[in-house]
């Protein structure tokens, strides 16, 4: 599995090519607080503004100036979304380990939030909905969100995510973005105070801040650049695989897409196809650049079991199986941070609308991390609870084991608790 790993087409992120780069602006933050940012963000972002907290009149206006299509659109991502992160609560167990001896797991959220919503090649509306809503279903009591000013739109961050931070009722927003918006939320600057977690996607710089501030604060995941493989037998419709393949390159020139198949056919159709939708779309250039690159390609295996494996090693952010029997061949992924089953569950209807979160695993990390869901929200805490007979009952064994490590005052403490 590894050596077919490396062999796929991935895109490459040098976090630490850039650290060198994000640390002095992080400790800036760290020192001079909000003149650091003032001045970071005029020279990288051309936007010179005194305070970079988002006036409460700004959110509202942008709310009461949006789009009653977008609009409507958010309202029904938003319900979709909390449909599907409710059933994620967890609930409190008490286990009785002897009589007179219990471990409760309480689970229980984080206090504070900073929620990075990016504002580069593409404003994520959408990512706010992702972020907000399990946090806020988690019971996190104090959320902020973060995201690039545009000076089109005044220097504050773009309307759409404005609209949907109202919908949602955050009120606490910042006009900042990139690693400096990441060291505001870990060291605190002008209004805004330290967080205690910071979630959601962003570019190279982004991440490499929050690998620089994690342990101080908590992070989702060191994100990279998007991808979708695909899984397709001669069933799949080229012009649905063309146009998914299309639209995964179009977050980005470091975007990843990947087809893998059996069919021949079908890999001669989707390349042929390919190039007129590209044309016909807004940001082909983008768009060329990610297919072109060598983080995309088509694969081409014996069968569908073959394809299984090969998916499972590349352990895609987005993977999509449009062949026979497609949920069964779907239940037998492992490594994928969603999986799209079917021919009409395409990935763009998860980017904003199934209930599902975008949020997800990115370069291979889905092998081992989860999207974005309420649970990253929680922390699990036990608490231990005995009796002095169920103590006494176990002393010989705590005893036994503190021995066995060397460590007699860990006995002692138990003995001490004991009738002479």
Same mark, same amino acid.
């Given at each position: 599995? *590894?050596?077919?790993?490396? @062999?796929?087409?991935?895109?490459? %992120?040098?976090?630490?090519?850039?650290?060198?780069?994000?640390?002095?602006?992080?400790?800036?933050?760290?020192?001079?607080?909000?003149?650091?940012?003032?001045?970071? %963000?005029?020279?990288?972002?051309?936007?010179?503004?005194?305070?970079?907290?988002?006036?409460?009149?700004?959110?509202?206006?942008?709310? +009461?100036?949006?789009? *009653?299509?977008?609009?409507?659109?958010?309202?029904?991502?938003?319900?979709?979304?909390?449909?599907?992160?409710?059933?994620?609560?967890?609930?409190?167990?008490?286990?009785?380990?002897?009589?007179?001896?219990?471990?409760?797991?309480?689970?229980?959220?984080?206090?504070?939030?900073? @929620?990075?919503?990016?504002?580069?090649?593409?404003?994520?509306?959408?990512?706010?909905?992702?972020?907000?809503?399990?946090?806020?279903?988690?019971?996190?009591?104090?959320?902020?969100?973060?995201?690039?000013?545009?000076?089109?739109?005044?220097?504050?961050?773009?309307?759409?995510?404005?609209?949907?931070?109202? @919908?949602?009722?955050?009120?606490?927003?910042?006009?900042?973005?990139?690693?400096?918006?990441?060291?505001?939320?870990?060291?605190?600057?002008?209004?805004?105070?330290?967080?205690?977690?910071?979630?959601?996607?962003?570019?190279?710089?982004?991440?490499?801040?929050?690998?620089?501030?994690?342990?101080?604060?908590?992070?989702?995941?060191?994100?990279?650049?998007?991808?979708?493989?695909?899984?397709?037998?001669?069933?799949?419709?080229?012009?649905?695989?063309?146009?998914?393949?299309?639209?995964?390159?179009?977050?980005?020139?470091?975007?990843?897409?990947?087809?893998?198949?059996?069919?021949?056919?079908?890999?001669?159709?989707?390349?042929?196809?390919?190039?007129?939708?590209?044309?016909?779309?807004?940001?082909?250039?983008?768009?060329? %650049?990610?297919?072109?690159?060598?983080?995309?390609?088509?694969?081409?295996?014996?069968?569908?079991?073959?394809?299984?494996?090969?998916?499972? +090693?590349?352990?895609?952010?987005?993977?999509?199986?449009?062949?026979?029997?497609?949920?069964?061949?779907?239940?037998?992924?492992?490594?994928?941070?969603?999986?799209?089953?079917?021919?009409?569950?395409?990935?763009?209807?998860?980017?904003?609308?199934?209930?599902?979160?975008?949020?997800?695993? %990115?370069?291979?990390?889905?092998?081992?991390?989860?999207?974005?869901?309420?649970?990253?929200?929680?922390?699990?805490?036990?608490?231990?609870?005995?009796?002095?007979?169920?103590?006494?009952?176990?002393?010989?064994?705590?005893?036994?084991?503190?021995?066995?490590?060397?460590?007699?005052?860990?006995?002692?403490?138990?003995?001490?608790?004991?009738?002479?």
């Amino acid at each position: 599995m *590894p050596e077919l790993a490396g @062999l796929l087409p991935r895109a490459a %992120t040098d976090i630490d090519s850039v650290l060198a780069t994000v640390r002095p602006l992080c400790e800036d933050v760290r020192v001079r607080g909000a003149q650091a940012v003032r001045e970071i %963000t005029a020279r990288l972002d051309g936007v010179d503004a005194e305070d970079f907290a988002v006036p409460a009149d700004a959110i509202d206006a942008a709310l +009461a100036g949006i789009d *009653p299509a977008v609009r409507a659109a958010l309202e029904e991502s938003i319900a979709r979304v909390r449909r599907v992160h409710a059933d994620q609560r967890r609930t409190d167990v008490t286990t009785e380990v002897v009589p007179g001896g219990t471990v409760t797991e309480r689970w229980l959220p984080v206090r504070r939030v900073g @929620l990075y919503v990016p504002g580069g090649l593409a404003p994520l509306v959408s990512s706010v909905v992702m972020n907000v809503v399990p946090a806020q279903i988690a019971g996190v009591e104090s959320i902020a969100v973060a995201s690039p000013p545009q000076r089109d739109h005044g220097g504050l961050p773009d309307p759409g995510v404005l609209a949907a931070c109202a @919908l949602l009722g955050v009120g606490e927003v910042y006009a900042v973005g990139g690693a400096q918006a990441i060291a505001v939320f870990g060291y605190g600057a002008g209004s805004c105070e330290p967080v205690d977690l910071v979630t959601g996607p962003g570019n190279v710089y982004v991440t490499a801040a929050k690998r620089l501030l994690r342990g101080l604060i908590g992070i989702d995941s060191e994100a990279g650049p998007t991808e979708v493989a695909i899984l397709a037998d001669d069933t799949a419709d080229p012009v649905h695989v063309a146009a998914d393949l299309v639209s995964q390159a179009e977050h980005d020139p470091l975007a990843g897409a990947v087809l893998v198949t059996d069919s021949e056919a079908l890999a001669d159709a989707v390349l042929d196809l390919v190039p007129g939708q590209v044309a016909a779309t807004k940001h082909s250039d983008r768009i060329t %650049t990610a297919l072109d690159g060598s983080q995309s390609g088509i694969v081409l295996v014996d069968d569908v079991d073959a394809g299984l494996r090969v998916v499972d +090693a590349y352990a895609a952010e987005h993977l999509e199986i449009q062949t026979r029997d497609a949920r069964a061949v779907a239940m037998r992924v492992r490594n994928a941070g969603a999986v799209f089953v079917g021919a009409w569950s395409p990935v763009s209807l998860g980017d904003y609308i199934a209930g599902s979160n975008h949020v997800l695993p %990115t370069g291979g990390c889905a092998r081992h991390s989860s999207g974005l869901s309420v649970q990253s929200f929680l922390r699990g805490i036990h608490l231990v609870e005995y009796d002095e007979q169920a103590l006494a009952d176990v002393a010989g064994h705590v005893d036994a084991l503190a021995g066995a490590e060397d460590l007699p005052a860990h006995a002692a403490a138990v003995r001490a608790r004991q009738h002479p």
